[in-house]
């Protein structure tokens, strides 16, 4: 089985400070792991994702994460935070290359103090 | 190119009064996922299409929820008759069989039983 959990529902930062928003997972096999960004009444959009290649993997809007194997971690990060980027973000693993089940966080909502 | 088209953006309806949900996968995706998010929760699979075929049904309420995807296009999603705790949004997403590019969500359909 597999599950994620990321640490904070709800996390604030000030425009231009660090974004940093922590997700870690249990897995039986080498896992895929996403992030998603939800705007307010929209649908999730695919933010980045590790496929067993590179461990640090860049996504859109300046976003990245690292894979850590050792820590079970695949925390999201952002330099500097913009307003734009006030929206809820969700983890997922799956075991496969998106043809399978993905099982998601319950998500944290990041607001940014301008 | 088209997104996954979900219609209708919002529902409301009374309990008991039954309810269906419409998707257009991207075109070419033969792989189909019905997910419900509730308030405050990351979304959970409810049902995935291979083509035609619900080849993962384990986590859909059967006794009042049921899904076709004729031709292996489009999908419906219908609650008959809908509880209160049904009120969600339900989401419909698409993916080539094992791609790695993980699934594209449509917008989503926001559920109020009243």
Redesign the interface.
């Known amino acids: 089985a597999q599950s994620?959990t990321q640490l904070g529902?709800h996390v604030s930062v000030s425009e231009g400070a660090l974004v940093l928003l922590r997700c870690n997972y249990s897995s039986s096999v080498p896992p895929?792991l996403?992030w998603?960004v939800q705007y307010p009444?929209?649908?999730?959009?695919?933010l980045l994702?590790y496929?067993s290649a590179a461990t640090l993997v860049k996504g859109i809007n300046g976003f990245e994460a690292e894979f850590k194997k050792s820590e079970t971690s695949f925390h999201l990060t952002k330099p500097s935070a913009h307003m734009s980027d006030a929206a809820e973000y969700?983890c997922?693993v799956g075991p496969?290359?998106?043809?399978?089940?993905?099982t998601?966080?319950?998500?944290t909502k990041l607001s940014v103090i301008p | 190119e088209a997104g996954?088209v979900?219609s209708p953006r919002y529902k409301i309806i009374e309990k008991k009064q039954p309810v269906a949900f419409w998707c257009n996968p991207i075109s070419g995706h033969n792989?189909l996922y019905w997910y419900r998010q509730n308030l405050?929760?990351?979304?959970?699979?409810l049902i995935?299409y291979?083509n035609e075929e619900a080849v993962?049904d384990s986590q859909l309420p059967k006794d009042r929820f049921s899904a076709e995807r004729l031709k292996g296009v489009d999908s419906t999603l219908k609650i008959q008759p809908a509880e209160l705790g049904d009120s969600a949004v339900y989401?419909c997403?698409s993916?080539?069989?094992?791609?790695?590019?993980?699934?594209?969500?449509?917008?989503?359909t926001?559920l109020t039983v009243v």
């Open positions: 994620v529902s895929y996403f998603y009444n929209q649908g999730l959009q695919l994702k496929t969700f997922a496969g290359a998106g043809s399978y089940q993905l998601f966080g319950k998500g | 996954v979900q792989t405050g929760q990351g979304p959970e699979l995935r291979e993962d989401l997403a993916s080539l069989r094992d791609s790695p590019y993980g699934y594209t969500f449509g917008s989503g926001r």
